[in-house]
């Protein structure tokens, strides 16, 4: 079965300190992959998506994700973090050739502090 | 473009009340997709449409949930009778007509508070 796993529910960074989300995936294909963002009492925003070509996605809000096929992952990274960062991360995924939409993963809250 | 528009944003009901939550999915996108957000469960996808056509429904989570598209720029969700339990944040989110893979553009939502 097609599945996303977030394993971290919530992490804490300093400001200015670098950022790495984990995600991996389970599919018999290599999918369609997302990150989104859902900054408090909004609804998700789309950070970056990866279809195919260069495994390093730039995306907006100074925001990147690396596809890596050999670990089934996409890890997303900042390399400096701003204390309007705070907020779910939510990492999603598709088969390319399915008939089902995303999948999301539970998401991963980050914090900043001073 | 003004992007998934939903209403209300907040709502307030009794138990047992009819609720209907409100969306106009972004010009051009074929696919409209509801979801439903709390605490427990997460993120689930309730229920989506393609070209106005309900395609998927098993998320669905009873009979007492609902959903129309009756035309390209407008569905609901309806919710008959409401339980405390049905409580969450709703979303509605939109996609492009010949991407089922790919990106959904989310609405603010609508937060559901079942008394």
């Known amino acids: 079965a097609q599945s996303v796993t977030q394993p971290d529910i919530h992490i804490t960074v300093s400001e200015g300190a670098s950022l790495e989300l984990r995600c991996n995936y389970s599919?018999?294909?290599?999918?369609?992959l997302f990150w989104y963002v859902q900054s408090p009492g909004q609804g998700l925003q789309l950070l970056l998506k990866y279809f195919s070509g260069d495994t390093l996605v730039q995306g907006i809000k100074g925001f990147e994700a690396e596809f890596k096929r050999s670990q089934s992952s996409f890890n997303l990274r900042k390399p400096s973090v701003h204390w309007s960062d705070a907020a779910e991360y939510f990492c999603?995924?598709?088969?390319?050739?399915?008939?089902?939409?995303?999948?999301f993963g539970k998401g991963t809250r980050l914090s900043v502090i001073a | 473009d003004a992007g998934v528009i939903q209403s209300p944003r907040h709502e307030v009901t009794e138990m047992g009340q009819e609720v209907t939550l409100r969306c106009k999915p972004i010009?051009?996108?074929?696919?409209l997709f509801w979801y439903r957000q709390t605490m427990m469960r997460g993120l689930e996808l309730l229920i989506y449409?393609?070209?106005?056509?309900?395609?998927?429904d098993s998320g669905m989570p009873e009979d007492r949930f609902s959903a129309k598209m009756p035309n390209a720029s407008f569905s609901t969700l309806k919710i008959q009778p409401s339980e405390p339990r049905d409580s969450a944040v709703y979303f509605c989110?939109?996609?492009?007509?010949?991407?089922?893979?790919?990106?959904?553009?989310f609405g603010p939502g609508t937060r559901l508070t079942v008394l």
């Open positions: 449409f393609n070209n106005n056509v309900p395609i998927d």
């Open positions: 599919y018999g294909a290599t999918p369609y």
């Open positions: 010009s051009g996108h074929d696919y």
């Open positions: 989110a939109s996609s492009w007509r010949t991407e089922l893979q790919g990106p959904q553009y």
């Open positions: 999603a995924v598709v088969h390319p050739l399915g008939n089902t939409p995303l999948v």
